[in-house]
């Protein structure tokens, strides 16, 4: 079974400073795709980042970069410089060839002034 | 450009009453489409998913059902609501590389 495993349920950071969300994941395919979801107060499920696992370079988006570990299947995301509008709940997930989107647990961030 | 729509935001419903929550997006065809629910502060739970008109798969047997009677619309439905049916409830479509795009959610509370 294809699982994503989020150890984190919560989390929390001083404003300016970075945090690392930790995922990782269980499969034998060898091509899927990775995201990062921010679901904040709203509960507006918002796409952050995503990587493609065949290819080896990071992915990043402005103050959001991903440690993409294909071997260890470690799938973790960055946030530099944080900010209080990153309050939000963080989904990882991986996505198989089929196109069945598979989510983690959730960590909870707290961004704090 | 794609969007998908999602309604109603907010619905309360007594028990044993009927539910209807509707799905549509535009700007594509043939999409993938997917409902989830999330307990408050859980994560997302699939329930169902559709790859095309009149195909339904269900992830997990429940007091709800779905169809899709168009290409761009998925329902969500219930003949008789129970309170263990409270929840946020989220369609998506699936855009394959890109991931998945998400509804704006509907917070049900059955009373």
């Known amino acids: 079974a294809q699982t994503v495993t989020q150890s984190q349920p919560e989390m929390s950071v001083q404003e300016a400073e970075t945090v690392t969300l930790s995922c990782t994941y269980d499969t034998s395919e060898n091509n899927y795709y990775l995201f990062w979801y921010k679901q904040p107060p709203s509960r507006q499920m918002i796409l952050v980042i995503r990587?493609?696992?065949?290819?080896?370079q990071n992915a990043t988006e402005n103050r959001f970069s991903v440690n993409f570990q294909k071997a260890a299947k470690s799938f973790s995301l960055k946030i530099s410089d944080s900010q209080l509008g990153d309050t939000a709940m963080y989904f990882c997930?991986?996505?198989?060839?089929?196109?069945?989107?598979?989510f983690g647990a959730g960590t909870r961030l707290t961004v704090k002034p | 450009s794609q969007t998908i729509h999602q309604w109603p935001a907010t619905l309360v419903q007594p028990v044993g009453s009927p539910l209807s929550l509707e799905c549509t997006v535009e700007?594509?065809?043939?999409?993938?489409l997917y409902w989830y629910r999330q307990a408050a502060g859980r994560g997302l739970q699939l329930l169902f998913y559709?790859?095309?008109?009149?195909?339904i798969s269900s992830e997990v047997p429940q007091n709800l059902s779905a169809s899709r009677p168009q290409d761009r619309q998925f329902i969500l439905s219930s003949k008789k609501l129970l309170l263990s049916d409270s929840g946020f409830y989220l369609c998506a479509w699936s855009a394959l590389a890109r991931g998945y795009t998400f509804g704006s959610g509907t917070r049900l509370t059955v009373v």
């Open positions: 990587q493609e696992a065949y290819k080896q």
């Open positions: 559709s790859v095309g008109i009149g195909q």
């Open positions: 700007g594509t065809s043939n999409p993938n």
């Open positions: 997930a991986f996505m198989p060839g089929s196109n069945d989107m598979r």
